[in-house]
């Protein structure tokens, strides 16, 4: 089933995702697509049961504080111009993102909050948006605070594997809608092979993987006027990413490869990238939906990059 042309946003409340609200509310402009706002809240297990008309109380109040940002969020959008709706939900906030996620074009969430979408993201369900979205997930770290806007300048990791071409080919689109600069990163992560007997390392492993990663590069950009550069780098991707991502506006990575950025995404390597990124992630899932998304045209992006 394609996906709406929707920018979805989850919000709890927090600094870190009014950040995100910003993010989001950005990129719906950029690809003249609907702003969707929601947020979800879970009453905790002890109260039903624990005390007389504690649940019921407590609903109550989360319901209303809960529509009370809710209906500040969706003002912002309005007043951005943006088409917004919005939705109030009961239940895992992850579960409700990845269902969301079936119909929309891109989720965006701040990197940590009070208990919710983010803190649910990073901690007990940390893999469960980017493993089993069906769509782009940006996460927005609160220390970006809106500096990483416009997109001037987009990092994407990539390791040739499928995975990491499709998070390349929408870091293409993401350049060409943004007007940005794209840098393509290929990493050869020589301590994890230094131990096997024999194995040897030399630059001609570096200079190969600096090769293949031009030519997939020079595939997937063909057609696109956009300024793009290729860097094959010794280290651990992890921390060249994080150490970009102080230099760049957007970090793009896939969920699945062959044990370079992608490969380790659902690991420690990408809870490494999500907590000391400081500026926005975008994870690309594998899966693949029919008419999913589609690279800007003149007539999808009648804007002039600010000077």
Same mark, same amino acid.
């Given at each position: 089933m394609a996906h709406e042309n929707v920018v979805a946003v989850g919000i709890d409340g927090s600094e870190r995702s009014?950040?995100?609200?910003?993010?989001?509310?950005?990129?719906?402009?950029r690809r003249d697509a609907r702003l969707h706002v929601v947020t979800s809240y879970e009453l905790p297990t002890y109260?039903?049961?624990?005390?007389? &008309?504690?649940?019921?109380?407590l609903d109550s109040r989360l319901f209303e504080a809960a529509n009370e940002y809710l209906d500040a969020a969706v003002e912002r959008g309005k007043k951005a111009g943006l088409e917004t709706s919005s939705s109030l939900e009961t239940g895992d906030p992850a579960a409700v993102l990845v269902e969301l996620s079936k119909k929309v074009a891109t989720v965006v969430i701040g990197s940590r909050g009070r208990g919710s979408f983010a803190d649910r993201l990073l901690g007990t369900v940390s893999s469960a948006v980017p493993a089993h979205g069906y769509c782009p997930t940006v996460v927005v770290p609160e220390q970006s605070q809106g500096s990483c806007l416009p997109i001037r300048h987009i990092v994407v990791g990539v390791d040739g594997s499928e995975a990491a071409n499709i998070a390349l080919e929408r870091a293409v689109w993401e350049a060409e809608r943004w007007q940005a600069k794209l840098t393509a990163v290929a990493t050869v992560n020589t301590s994890?092979?230094?131990?096997?007997?024999?194995? &040897?390392?030399? $630059? !001609? $492993?570096? !200079?190969?993987?600096?090769?293949?990663?031009?030519?997939?590069?020079?595939?997937?950009?063909?057609?696109? !006027?956009i300024d793009v550069?290729?860097?094959?780098?010794? &280290?651990?991707?992890?921390?060249?990413?994080?150490?970009?991502?102080?230099? $760049? !506006?957007?970090? $793009?990575? &896939?969920?699945?490869?062959?044990?370079?950025?992608?490969?380790?995404?659902?690991?420690?390597t990408s809870q490494a990238i999500l907590h000391h990124s400081t500026c926005p992630v975008m994870v690309v899932p594998k899966r693949i939906r029919p008419g999913d998304d589609v690279p800007p045209t003149v007539t999808d992006v009648p804007w002039k990059r600010p000077e």
């Amino acid at each position: 089933m394609a996906h709406e042309n929707v920018v979805a946003v989850g919000i709890d409340g927090s600094e870190r995702s009014e950040t995100a609200l910003t993010w989001a509310i950005e990129q719906a402009q950029r690809r003249d697509a609907r702003l969707h706002v929601v947020t979800s809240y879970e009453l905790p297990t002890y109260t039903a049961h624990t005390f007389e &008309g504690a649940a019921t109380s407590l609903d109550s109040r989360l319901f209303e504080a809960a529509n009370e940002y809710l209906d500040a969020a969706v003002e912002r959008g309005k007043k951005a111009g943006l088409e917004t709706s919005s939705s109030l939900e009961t239940g895992d906030p992850a579960a409700v993102l990845v269902e969301l996620s079936k119909k929309v074009a891109t989720v965006v969430i701040g990197s940590r909050g009070r208990g919710s979408f983010a803190d649910r993201l990073l901690g007990t369900v940390s893999s469960a948006v980017p493993a089993h979205g069906y769509c782009p997930t940006v996460v927005v770290p609160e220390q970006s605070q809106g500096s990483c806007l416009p997109i001037r300048h987009i990092v994407v990791g990539v390791d040739g594997s499928e995975a990491a071409n499709i998070a390349l080919e929408r870091a293409v689109w993401e350049a060409e809608r943004w007007q940005a600069k794209l840098t393509a990163v290929a990493t050869v992560n020589t301590s994890s092979i230094a131990w096997m007997p024999g194995a &040897g390392y030399s $630059v !001609d $492993v570096l !200079d190969d993987v600096r090769t293949g990663l031009e030519i997939v590069v020079e595939k997937a950009t063909e057609g696109y !006027d956009i300024d793009v550069r290729t860097h094959a780098l010794e &280290g651990n991707p992890a921390a060249l990413m994080a150490e970009f991502s102080t230099a $760049v !506006d957007l970090l $793009v990575i &896939g969920t699945r490869g062959r044990g370079g950025f992608a490969g380790l995404l659902l690991g420690s390597t990408s809870q490494a990238i999500l907590h000391h990124s400081t500026c926005p992630v975008m994870v690309v899932p594998k899966r693949i939906r029919p008419g999913d998304d589609v690279p800007p045209t003149v007539t999808d992006v009648p804007w002039k990059r600010p000077e």
